[in-house]
């Protein structure tokens, strides 16, 4: 029998290799990803990044339609608070993440599938380290409910 990961259910398929969507801000976060690749980082492959000028501009509605075609995880990776350069945006981003976190786990769908990550430019180390966490994250919770 095929277990289905649920909340507080532990995925054992050892196959499962979950899929990753980050959006990126262009001035930081997507910048970093650059220098992760240049400075040769190592993190799981399981990543595909979106580029956008700024997290503000990640609608809610992007990451709904990620899950629903076949995304295991969302990462929306900001400029730190205070240093966007869109001046307050990502302070908007951090509000509409706490609401789709609740509006995640009214429809069943944990909210460690969702994470909203501070990642300046220079933070290489970072990146790699949040990348590498969320997808061991994304394995042990196995795939998304709405990609069963």
């Known amino acids: ?3 289905k990961a ?3 259910v532990k995925n054992t398929d050892q196959t499962f290799e979950p899929n990753l ?3 990126c801000c262009n001035w930081c976060s997507y910048a ?11 993190y799981p492959p399981n990543i595909r990044i979106i580029r956008t ?3 503000g501009r990640v609608d809610p509605q992007f990451v709904v339609d990620a899950f629903e075609n076949g995304a295991d ?5 900001a400029c730190h608070l205070g240093d966007c350069h869109y001046i307050s945006q990502n302070y908007k981003t951090y509000k ?3 609401l789709l976190h609740k509006l995640m786990d009214s429809f069943g769908i944990e909210k460690d599938r969702l994470r909203l990550e501070f990642i300046s430019a220079g933070e290489g180390n970072k990146f790699a380290d949040t990348v590498i966490e ?5 394995r042990e919770l196995g795939p998304s409910p709405l990609n069963r």
């Open 21 to 23: 969507l980050a959006f």
């Open 32 to 42: 970093v990803a650059d220098l992760a690749g240049l400075s040769r980082l190592k």
């Open 96 to 98: 509409r993440v706490n």
């Open 6 to 8: 649920t909340t507080g």
């Open 1 to 3: 029998m095929n277990q």
């Open 53 to 55: 000028m700024c997290s």
């Open 134 to 138: 969320m997808v061991d994250k994304l």
């Open 73 to 77: 995880g969302v990462l929306i990776a």
